[in-house]
C-alpha cells in the first residue's frame, strides 16, 4: 500500500509539474502570437495607450503585419502629459494632435535593445520633408531625445517588438532636436545667441 501511495504520489506531482510548464509555456507563447495593438489591450498598463489609439484610428495599422517598433508610454506616462498640458484626458486631445504624437513612437523596422545603437532613427510621424526622426542615445542606458527612459525592452510579439518607456514622446521642433544631441551644443549655443529659438520652433 505505501508502494502505491507513493506511486501515486509521484504521478500527481508530476501532473502538476507538467501543468505547471503548459501554462508558462501557453502563456509566453501567447504573447509572441499576439499583434502590437493586442498586446497593448491585454496589459491595463497600457489602457490609456489603447484609448489613444482607438481614437487615431490606428489600432489596425499595430494590428497589420509588419515588423515595427513600438516605444510604448505607460499610463503614468499619459497622466504626466497630461498634467504638463494642463488637460483631464485623451478625450480633451484631437485626433490631428493624438496621430502625428503617436506615430513617433513608431518604427517601420523592428529594433530589439542590442540592435539599437546612439544615433537617428525614422519615425513614422510624418513631417513636412519625409518623417521625423528619434534621437536615440545608449551611453549608459537607452535614452530617446535626452529624456526618456526604456523602461522594460524587448517584448517580443508578432508584428515587431515593444520598448516600454516612463514618457510620451513629442514630436520635437529643430532646437528640440538639436538640444537632444550633445553633437550640436556649439549650433545650440549659437542659435540661443542669436535669438533664433523661438523662429526655430
Not at 25 to 43: G, H
Not at 54 to 77: R, S, Y
Not at 150 to 157: C, E, I, L, N, S
Not at 164 to 193: E, G, M, R, Y
Amino acid at each position: 500500500m505505501k508502494k502505491h501511495a507513493l506511486i501515486f504520489g509521484l504521478i500527481a506531482l508530476m501532473g502538476i509539474s507538467t501543468l505547471t510548464s503548459c501554462e508558462k509555456e501557453e502563456e509566453m507563447t501567447s504573447v509572441a502570437d499576439m499583434t502590437i495593438a493586442e498586446y497593448a489591450l491585454s496589459d491595463d498598463n497600457f489602457s490609456i495607450l489603447v484609448q489613444a489609439l482607438t481614437k487615431a484610428d490606428l489600432v489596425n495599422v499595430l494590428n497589420g503585419e509588419g515588423n515595427f517598433t513600438v516605444f510604448a508610454p505607460t499610463n503614468a506616462a499619459f497622466n504626466s502629459l497630461f498634467t504638463q498640458l494642463g488637460v483631464s484626458g485623451i478625450s480633451a486631445l484631437s485626433k490631428e494632435a493624438l496621430t502625428p504624437i503617436l506615430l513617433y513612437h513608431v518604427l517601420g523596422t523592428e529594433k530589439k535593445a542590442a540592435m539599437i545603437e546612439t544615433g537617428y532613427y525614422n519615425t513614422l510621424s510624418p513631417a513636412q520633408s519625409n518623417t521625423m526622426s528619434l534621437y536615440i542615445n545608449t551611453s549608459g542606458g537607452v535614452k530617446l531625445n535626452k529624456s526618456t527612459s526604456v523602461t522594460a525592452a524587448d517584448v517580443d510579439v508578432k508584428n515587431g517588438v515593444i520598448h516600454v518607456i516612463d514618457k510620451v514622446l513629442l514630436p520635437p521642433t529643430v532646437v528640440d532636436q538639436a538640444l537632444a544631441n550633445d553633437s550640436f551644443s556649439i549650433l545650440v549655443q549659437a542659435v540661443v545667441k542669436a535669438g533664433l529659438v523661438e523662429t526655430l520652433s
